[in-house]
């Protein structure tokens, strides 16, 4: 298994909604990432999680929240968003946990509409 | 800190065309350099890497060369297909403890036009 699965591939929520998105990966990887990407960006950096610990926090609001329950899944808890949280989330995930000369294995992302 | 800058697109080419994307960067060390492509609607995909000067990264007919004496690592294809039509981000990721993250330029559009 080379891949990294993302649910839901597209998810509608109100503001006063609460959401979680889901990641998953059985390649024994101990890093975990969490991505946003707003339409015609490169990705931005939100999380990243090294042997199930939280390493990385690029000053995110409180309305994103991680959680990884084991080494093979990660979530992403949403709470009182804003219409400019609408954006496609990517989960990545990579080998020697997050140092080395290995790339990122990208899921194909949840596309997150808030109204 | 690390940093990655791409040519400006959108670059529309006819069908069989060369392909060069430009992609310098700024780090300290011997960073691991990459590209990446993104189709319509889908996430990032490992196009190609490489880990030290020098080394040459091929896949799917593209090629890129970590040149550590220009720190450049442009991406070419000798003759583009329709199916080569995406996003392409030049990535880094630094060797220095605390400088690992991964960092894209901004991403060149490309168009290949029948």
């Known amino acids: 298994d080379t891949e990294v699965t993302q649910t839901p591939k597209h998810l509608v929520m109100g503001m006063t909604n609460k959401k979680s998105l889901k990641c998953e990966q059985h390649?024994?990887?101990?890093?975990m990432y969490w991505y946003k990407q707003k339409a015609k960006k490169p990705p931005e950096l939100m999380f990243v999680?090294?042997?199930?610990?939280?390493?990385i926090n690029e000053s995110v609001p409180s309305r994103f929240s991680p959680e990884c329950p084991n080494s093979s899944l990660l979530n992403l808890h949403l709470h009182a968003l804003q219409p400019e949280d609408s954006a496609l989330y990517l989960c990545?995930?990579?080998?020697?946990?997050?140092?080395?000369?290995?790339?990122?294995?990208f899921g194909s992302g949840t596309r997150l509409t808030v109204v | 800190g690390n940093s990655v800058t791409q040519m400006e697109g959108p670059v529309t080419l006819s069908e069989e065309a060369f392909l060069t994307i430009n992609c310098t960067y700024t780090?300290?060390?011997?960073?691991?350099l990459f590209w990446y492509v993104q189709y319509p609607g889908e996430g990032l995909q490992l196009l190609l890497k490489?880990?030290?000067?020098?080394d040459k990264g091929s896949n799917k007919g593209f090629e890129a060369t970590y040149r550590k004496e220009t720190t450049s690592f442009h991406l070419e294809k000798g003759s583009v297909q329709v199916s080569d039509s995406a996003v392409y981000f030049c990535a880094l990721r630094g060797s220095n403890f605390g400088n690992e993250k991964l960092t894209f330029g901004t991403g060149t559009r490309l168009t290949i036009i029948p």
């Open positions: 999680y090294s042997y199930e610990k939280l390493s």
């Open positions: 780090a300290t060390g011997y960073p691991s």
């Open positions: 490489a880990t030290k000067a020098d």
């Open positions: 390649m024994g990887h101990r890093a």
């Open positions: 990545a995930s990579s080998q020697d946990g997050d140092r080395g000369a290995y790339g990122y294995t």
